[in-house]
C-alpha cells in the first residue's frame, strides 16, 4: 500500500485540527468564515487521501485473492499430472496416459501433450483420416497422427512401456 495515501490522510486530519483550534482565537465573521473554508478543504483532502487508500487496499486484496486461486490451481495440477507418465504407445508418438495405480478406477485414456504442458488435462479422442487414423484433442484441436489404420483402445501407461511397438500393432 502507498504510504503516501496514508501520510496525506493524517495530515489532513493534523491540519483540519489546527484549524479547529484556530477558531478559539478568531474575532470577526471574516476570520471564521475563512477558517471555515480551510477547514472544508482540510477535511476534503483527508477524504480524498482516505478513499485513495481504501481504494488501494481493495485491489490488492483482490490481486492476493486472484493469486491465491491460481496458486491452488498450480498445486490441483502438480498432484494431477503425477497421475500420467510419458508414453510412446506407436512409432514417432509420444503422449501421456494414465497410471493405473493413480487411475481411481477411471479408464485408461490419453491425454494431449500440449495441454499437459500448459497445466491442464484434456482427453485425446481417436479420429479416423482417410488413410489412417489420428488422436484428435478436442480443446486445443491437435492432431496426432498415429500411422495405424485403426486405433485399439487405450492402455495404462505401464502397458504400453512393457511392450515393443509391435506389440502394440
Same mark, same amino acid.
Given at each position: 500500500m502507498d504510504m503516501s495515501l496514508i501520510q496525506g490522510t493524517v495530515a489532513g486530519l493534523k491540519a483540519a485540527s489546527d484549524i479547529a483550534k484556530g477558531f478559539l482565537e478568531?474575532?470577526?465573521?471574516a476570520d471564521v468564515q475563512t477558517k471555515v473554508i480551510d477547514l472544508q478543504s482540510a477535511i476534503l483532502s483527508a477524504q480524498s487521501s482516505a478513499l485513495s487508500a481504501n481504494a488501494e487496499q481493495s485491489a490488492m486484496i483482490e490481486k492476493i485473492r486472484a493469486l491465491k486461486e491460481e496458486i491452488t490451481s498450480i498445486k490441483k495440477w502438480e498432484e494431477e499430472k503425477k497421475r500420467y507418465?510419458?508414453? %510412446? &504407445?506407436w512409432s514417432g508418438f509420444v503422449t501421456y496416459a494414465l497410471k493405473k495405480?493413480?487411475?481411481n478406477s477411471e479408464p485408461p485414456h490419453l491425454i494431449c501433450t500440449k495441454c499437459?504442458?500448459?497445466?491442464?488435462?484434456?482427453?485425446? %479422442? &481417436?479420429?479416423?483420416?482417410?488413410?489412417h487414423a489420428l488422436l484428435y484433442c478436442p480443446v486445443c484441436k491437435a492432431e496426432m497422427h498415429t500411422r495405424l489404420v485403426?486405433?485399439?483402445t487405450a492402455k495404462y501407461a505401464h502397458e504400453y512401456s512393457s511392450k515393443t511397438h509391435e506389440e502394440i500393432k
Open positions: 478568531l474575532k470577526s465573521i507418465a510419458l508414453v %510412446n &504407445p495405480e493413480s487411475s499437459y504442458e500448459d497445466g491442464r488435462k484434456s482427453i485425446l %479422442n &481417436p479420429k479416423k483420416n482417410t488413410s485403426v486405433i485399439h
